[in-house]
């Protein structure tokens, strides 16, 4: 089955086109600046899309779409069937997700508008995580804040670590509904997941992806009352400390980079705000991987997974070094391999068993697409 993959930003549209049955991507491209450019619409961005997809299938089509919805709320545990039901309630999330849901609407608008006939399927990043129990998700604040105001823990990277964690199951052999782990998505974004049973039962992002790790330009963990009292003193405006927290913090505001590449070469070269942002970084993944570890009644594995957990050699090292207390032990050889596979960097010994895996959103949501379509 040929699915269109479409993540759909206020003025972008990443879209994909893969090929279910090899899992081959047969076409991908960015269509920017929409609104801001001779692209009014993201209608007429679906029109490019659309002449350069015709380009390369020739006389295949398409025979579905996936979309990337960031958040499903209480509403969505999996992926649907999108009717005009489904897109009105997506719309009705938008508070809870202000730039992304909105967008998601107007990809989802644009593709009924040009191909009323094409089954469309909404993969939610907030879904997987709502096997998490209540005394998790709950924030200790007063209910109305949850009942009125949806505030809650949603977490969200849902895609990958559901992914992740099949991969990490089948290597291993175990059996998925028997598989306890700790997944560790390490992008410009990043979150760790607690995996008990096969099910997340906490995450570290929580009413929106600014909590948890340190991150690319994310801050994750902080004091509430930093926000509060900078902006009770007319320090900043609430709209600025929301720029700050999200967009100059984390990684850039320590190292004066977002990049973990030029992090790592800076702390090899001896660069101290290099070296401080990737002890921060580090730690911080270090506590919630022990934390998680207990939350989960023992993990058979760790997980690392996206560009940073693929990638970064020097990074998962740092991550694990303070997990030798819990008998973690990585194999300096098999962390320095190269490779797209999942594959084991821990020693035969350790007490628990470090993987890495590839993660591939698009693969996944392009896979649930076609399950809901078929059936
Ligand atoms: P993602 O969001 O999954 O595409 O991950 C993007 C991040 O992965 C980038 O910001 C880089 O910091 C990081 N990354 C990619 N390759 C490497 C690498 N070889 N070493 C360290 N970090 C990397």
Redesign the pocket.
């Known amino acids: 089955m040929l699915i269109l993959v479409i993540n759909s930003g206020s003025s972008s549209l990443k879209y994909q086109v893969l090929d279910t049955v090899t899992d081959e991507v047969l076409t991908s491209g960015l269509v920017e600046r929409i609104g801001a450019s001779e692209i009014k619409d993201h209608g007429q961005a679906l029109d490019l899309v659309a002449e350069s997809v015709s380009e390369v299938l020739g006389d295949r089509e398409i025979d579905g779409v996936g979309h990337r919805v960031v958040h499903g709320g209480e509403r969505f545990s999996k992926p649907v069937l999108i009717n005009p039901e489904i897109t009105r309630a997506i719309e009705r999330l938008a508070p809870l997700a202000p730039l992304h849901n909105p967008a998601a609407v107007l990809g989802i608008r644009a593709i009924t508008a040009k191909w009323p006939h094409l089954p469309q399927v909404a993969v939610f990043d907030t879904a997987f995580h709502r096997t998490m129990p209540e005394h998790v998700w709950r924030y200790a604040v007063p209910d109305e804040l949850y009942s009125r105001y949806g505030v809650r823990r949603y977490g969200f990277h849902g895609t990958s670590h559901d992914l992740v964690t099949g991969l990490a199951a089948d290597y291993l052999g175990i059996d998925r509904q028997n598989f306890n782990a700790v997944i560790c998505h390490l ?3 990043a979150s760790a997941t607690a995996i008990r049973n096969g099910e997340s039962v906490d995450t570290s992002m929580g009413y929106t992806p600014l909590e948890g790790l340190v991150m ?1 330009t994310r801050s994750g963990d902080l004091d509430p009352s930093i926000v509060t009292q900078l902006v009770m003193r007319g320090a900043f405006t609430a709209a600025e400390l929301d720029t700050i927290l999200n967009k100059q913090s984390g990684l850039l505001a320590l190292a004066g980079d ?4 030029a992090v ?1 070469e800076g702390a090899a070269a001896g660069d101290e705000h290099a070296e401080l942002a990737l002890t921060s970084a580090s730690y911080r993944l270090s506590k919630y991987i022990a934390g998680y570890h207990v939350a989960v009644g023992g993990a058979q594995a760790i997980v690392f997974t ?3 957990g693929e ?2 050699i020097v ?1 998962r090292e740092r991550v694990c070094a303070p997990l030798e207390v819990l008998g973690v032990r990585l194999d300096p050889e098999l962390n320095a391999v190269r490779s797209g596979d999942v594959r084991r960097i821990s020693t035969e010994d350790s007490a628990i068993t470090v993987l890495v895996a590839p993660t591939n959103e698009e693969s996944a949501i392009a896979r649930a697409a076609e399950k809901l379509i078929r059936d």
């Open positions: 992008g410009n974004g690319g977002a990049d973990m590449r790592t996206a560009g940073i990638n970064s990074f």
